[in-house]
T-cell receptor, first 115, second 113 residues
């Protein structure tokens, strides 16, 4: 079965410092990996995805993610964090289309960026 | 652009009552999903649909029912509400291709007392 794990419940970072949110995955076959962000009282918003190709994926709001097959990781990164990046971040892996293309989410990582 | 619209935004139910959470999308997406979000648990899939007239169970379907009579609408029915169903419910949709991201509504916050 497809699954992802987010080992950190919360990440604290000062504004202007680099931000990393960790995610590891377990899949059979090719991984289809996604990052979503959730702001308070809102639904999830898509940030970026990895399907195939370059291991460094660029997404919305200056975020990028690095796919590492040997470490089965897909960490989300931002070179310089903003206070407005404070939110709940979810890593997800998508099932193959033959099983409905369902998303399996991690538990989420709360990011707190302090001024 | 409306995207995915969920109603109501908030609701309080008494134990044993029933209700329907509404979800509609205007993007002509074939795939639609219902999730529940509990603190520290991520999102769990309740039901999903790959097209009008086709629905299937997700990870946590007990106590819920769905129907999909049109491409646009995917209502979620709670029968005999229980305190364990207190949660935030999200509806999402996506095109038929697995590579495309899901689009989420803003959720319905439901309390069962």
């Amino acid at each position: 079965a497809q699954s992802v794990a987010q080992p950190e419940d919360q990440v604290n970072v000062a504004e202007g410092n680099p931000l990393t949110v960790k995610c590891t995955y377990s899949v059979s076959g090719n991984p289809y990996l996604f990052w979503y962000v959730q702001y308070p009282n809102r639904g999830l918003q898509f940030l970026l995805k990895y399907i195939t190709g370059d291991n460094l994926v660029k997404g919305s709001y200056g975020f990028e993610a690095e796919f590492n097959k040997s470490q089965t990781s897909f960490h989300l990164k931002k070179p310089s964090a903003l206070v407005s990046d404070s939110a709940l971040y979810f890593c997800a892996v998508r099932d193959p289309p033959t099983t409905g293309g369902k998303l399996q989410f991690g538990a989420g990582t709360q990011v707190v960026v302090t001024p | 652009n409306a995207g995915v619209t969920q109603t109501p935004k908030f609701r309080i139910l008494k134990i044993g009552q029933s209700m329907t959470l509404q979800c509609t999308q205007d993007m002509n997406h074939n795939y639609m999903y219902w999730y529940r979000q509990d603190p520290g648990m991520g999102l769990k899939l309740i039901y999903y649909s790959v097209g009008a007239g086709i629905t299937d169970k997700g990870e946590v379907p007990n106590g819920y029912n769905v129907s999909r009579s049109t491409t646009e609408d995917f209502p979620l029915r709670l029968e005999l509400a229980a305190p364990s169903q207190t949660s935030v419910y999200f509806c999402a949709s996506s095109p038929g291709q697995v590579l495309q991201p899901q689009h989420f509504g803003d959720g319905t916050r439901l309390s069962i007392l």
